[in-house]
């Protein structure tokens, strides 16, 4: 799983196509095609963000990990609790939500 979803990642933060950061991922969700939650986020966060993507029909992923380990993930030295990918492709949000289902 951290395969795929290390590589979607980077890809798209080398490319400037990621979203970081709680504020701006709720300002931008209507862009987005999938957002990621680390565990580090604050419950009122989580449940805007969940609900707000619930509604616009942006699948969510809730990884297991801290945003200090999610920024590692990306390559940033810094913590991420949440991003989100407007640009990502459909197969690839499919595969990343089967990896995270079968955890």
Do not use: H, W, Y
Not at 2 to 23: F, H, S, V, Y
């Amino acid at each position: 799983m951290q395969k795929l979803l290390e590589k979607t990642l980077k890809d798209a933060i080398k490319d400037n196509q990621c979203i970081l950061g709680t504020k701006q991922v709720l300002n931008s969700l209507s862009k987005s095609k999938l957002v990621i939650l680390s565990k580090s986020i604050e419950t009122e966060n989580r449940r805007k963000i969940e609900s707000n993507a619930k509604k616009s029909k942006i699948p969510t992923l809730d990884l297991n990990d801290t945003s200090v380990n999610l920024g590692k993930l990306c390559g940033v030295q810094f913590r991420v609790s949440t991003l989100s990918l407007p640009e990502i492709s459909s197969s690839d949000v499919t595969s990343l939500q089967k990896e995270f289902e079968s955890q």
